[in-house]
């Protein structure tokens, strides 16, 4: 049985954008996919060693909030600080008391199961990221080297 | 149940670390042996059914006892 695959692009940086990539790439390796993820712009974010990222019920109407809140709670006060910072430690919290692995045991669970992990050099280059702040195990590349796989996969991905 | 060669308590795990452990798991036992699975997520179950059809792994026995779900694989 030939081994299927699977190509994922990663292009946000948001705590509620982090999961799926990571969470779809782990669980198709564990089926026998050979999966690749390619990180660009946003997606970089993930691939930080130190991972600090956020979420904000502001721009995001398919946000729930506590007690149905999401239902008459005005838009501008989603603006006001302090609140990105609270529903970001409310949906971090959330995650472990369901028993929902955190993003760095994801990502750990990905390069464990040879998950390639890739990063946009241009993006990197960009916005004058430091190749050092970034996991070690990954790749540095462009996008044709990301089509090569990509062609290939079975399903392709854009996150 | 029947007879196991090691087991994995996957209790408080949520999707996808069940399958991702058992794979651990099964990385490292023989062909033919088989590991018993407890897991608390319910998503757990067509989760493994799925592993199983996928990895050629052979899913024994699922079934739900006390709350909890229980599985054998055998490896292949």
Known sequence: ?159 | MADFDEELDASGLNCPLPILRAKKALAGMDAGKVLHIIATDPGSVKDFEAFARQTGNELMESMEEGGKFLFLIKKA
């Open chain 1, 1 to 159: 049985m030939d081994e299927k695959k699977l190509a994922i692009i990663a292009t946000k940086g948001s705590l509620d954008w982090a999961y799926p990539p990571f969470i779809l790439a782990s669980t198709a390796s564990a089926l026998g996919y050979e999966t690749e993820i390619f990180f660009t712009f946003y997606g970089l974010q993930l691939l930080k060693k130190e991972l600090d990222l956020k979420v904000t019920p502001l721009g995001n109407p398919g946000m729930p909030m506590p007690g149905g809140m999401e239902k008459w709670f005005p838009t501008l006060l989603t603006a006001l600080p302090g609140m990105e910072a609270m529903m970001t430690s409310m949906m971090k919290k959330k995650m472990a008391s369901k028993g929902v692995a955190s993003l760095e045991e994801l990502r750990e669970l990905c390069q464990e199961a040879e998950v390639r992990l890739i990063a946009c050099q241009m993006t990197v280059d960009l916005f004058d990221m430091d190749p050092a702040a970034f996991v070690e195990g990954i790749e540095f590349a462009g996008a044709a080297r990301f089509f090569e796989f990509a062609g290939e996969s079975d399903i392709c991905l854009y996150i």
